[in-house]
């Protein structure tokens, strides 16, 4: 089974704080996502990475930054977290290449984060 | 650029009962995928179906079945005989086929009454 690893389940930070959020797949999946979910606006995608240290803007990159260094590791950066920023963030992975997995994201179990 | 739109924010219906969720989406692809999404309280998302828009058959899981009508940009997810452990929010999500990004709905609430 695929497995994707999110450090934190909750996070409280404060204003102002930089913010790592951390994730692990073992599946040695090519593309890995962070999204952001919010009540009635289902998930929006912050970042994108196709290849270690390779990387594409989503549709609400503004504010967070990500990092890829290793293939099975993601970060998302939050430079300076902010009140607006509180919310459930979302890790995935998937292997574009051919077979029955093809694009299937495979999610972790989200870290709420609450900034104050 | 494209767009999904689920129109029911909540459903509830009682165990064993058949339910169907709806999904529109708007594209002007020819070749593209959808996705059924499941994320039950407190548990991570999984995936639930998905269809390839070239593919005129239905996909069927068990008692998920989706009603795919590609002319008009419609994709509703059946559950029969529908459990307890159905209860979750369900997102239907796009994929273009040359592009690995999802594009989600907002989502349908679904409750299982025993």
């Known amino acids: 089974d695929v497995k994707v690893t999110q450090s934190s389940r909750y996070l409280v930070k404060r204003t102002g704080e930089k913010v790592f959020l951390e994730c692990v797949q073992d599946?040695?999946?090519?593309?890995m996502f962070w999204y952001r979910q919010d009540p009635g606006l289902g998930l929006r995608l912050i970042y994108f990475?196709?290849?270690?240290?390779?990387?594409e803007k989503g549709d609400i990159p503004e504010g967070y930054s990500v990092s890829r260094e290793k293939k099975e590791r993601f970060s998302l950066i939050l430079e300076s977290a902010s009140t607006n920023q509180t919310s459930m963030y979302l890790c995935?992975?998937?292997?574009?290449?051919?077979?029955?997995?093809?694009?299937?994201?495979?999610f972790g179990a989200g870290t709420r984060l609450s900034v104050l | 650029a494209q767009t999904v739109t689920q129109s029911q924010p909540e459903m509830s219906v009682q165990e064993a009962e058949t339910v169907t969720l709806s999904c529109t989406y708007d594209?002007?692809?020819?070749?593209?995928?959808l996705f059924w999404y499941k994320q039950p309280p407190s548990r991570q998302m999984i995936l639930v179906i998905r269809?390839?828009?070239?593919k005129q058959q239905n996909a069927t899981e068990n008692r998920f079945s989706v009603n795919f009508q590609k002319a008009a940009k419609s994709f509703s997810l059946k559950i029969s005989d529908s459990q307890l452990g159905d209860t979750a929010m369900y997102f239907c999500?796009?994929?273009?086929?040359?592009?690995?990004?999802?594009?989600w709905g907002a989502g349908t609430k679904l409750i299982i009454k025993p």
């Open positions: 594209t002007s692809e020819n070749n593209y995928y």
């Open positions: 995935a992975s998937s292997d574009p290449s051919s077979g029955v997995a093809k694009n299937i994201q495979y």
């Open positions: 999500a796009f994929m273009k086929h040359s592009n690995y990004q999802l594009i």
């Open positions: 599946m040695d999946h090519e593309n």
């Open positions: 990475s196709y290849d270690v240290k390779m990387k």
């Open positions: 269809q390839e828009a070239y």
